[in-house]
């Protein structure tokens, strides 16, 4: 079964240029999130999709971050214009449909963004 | 608010030197404690889910225990290829995402 794909694995900006992330999720998983992950520190959920609708993005710094998932299967996230701040790991995940009962995650290798 | 904390932040054993990660969490009722392992370089894997105090799970030298402040990792007779770091993630009744704590990062020495 082939796993959680990203691209590309690593990107290095200046401040104030746009940067495109994208993430293809296991076949046949109908949610996927992406999150972020700070040197040091655990991910943070950025935003969550099921199919192609938005369950939680109330992390998401929606004047610089936007995120979209088109016919419920690859996903794109995007920030313009970035920061230093936004000098992180993406990592995107999906699991089979989350319900009532919880799915495990399962994670792609991750973006790593440096903004200079 | 949901909270987890990962301790120690980094850990130094010998090969066959048993210890113990912990993680406590505060959560508006559990719904599940996840603990993931993730090498540099990768995204996470996942472990193991523990859903009640009192629960135990086991994957070769790993063993995660829950109570109802904390849960441990611990690793019997490590060897060098268990050395990533060790997340772990609660998930609460109230909200449907995964809170992560810090990590612990784990070095195991031949």
């Known amino acids: 079964e082939a796993g959680v794909a990203q691209s590309p694995r690593y990107k290095i900006i200046e401040k104030r240029q746009s940067v495109a992330f994208w993430c293809n999720p296991i076949s046949g998983h109908a949610t996927l999130y992406w999150y972020q992950q700070i040197l040091g520190q655990g991910p943070k959920l950025l935003i969550q999709f099921q199919n192609n609708g938005v369950v939680d993005d109330s992390q998401l710094p929606k004047d610089r971050f936007s995120a979209e998932r088109l016919k419920g299967v690859d996903s794109t996230l995007k920030i313009q214009p970035a920061k230093l701040e936004d000098s992180a790991v993406y990592l995107c995940?999906?699991?089979?449909?989350?319900?009532?009962?919880?799915?495990?995650?399962?994670f792609g290798p991750g973006t790593r963004l440096t903004v200079l | 608010e949901d909270q987890v904390t990962q301790s120690p932040e980094a850990l130094r054993l010998q090969e066959g030197e048993s210890s113990s990660l912990n993680c406590s969490y505060t959560v508006s009722g559990l719904r599940g404690l996840f603990w993931y392992r993730q090498d540099p370089g990768k995204g996470p894997e996942f472990l193991f889910t523990l859903y009640s105090a009192g629960e135990e799970k086991e994957k070769e030298r790993l063993k995660a225990t829950l109570t109802k402040k904390e849960s441990f990792l611990h690793i019997t007779a490590p060897k060098p290829e268990d050395s990533a770091t060790y997340l772990c993630?609660?998930?609460?009744?109230?909200?449907?995402?995964?809170?992560f704590g810090q990590g612990t990062e784990l070095s195991v020495k031949p």
């Open positions: 995940a999906s699991s089979l449909t989350q319900g009532r009962f919880y799915n495990e995650q399962f």
């Open positions: 993630a609660v998930l609460s009744n109230q909200g449907g995402k995964l809170i």
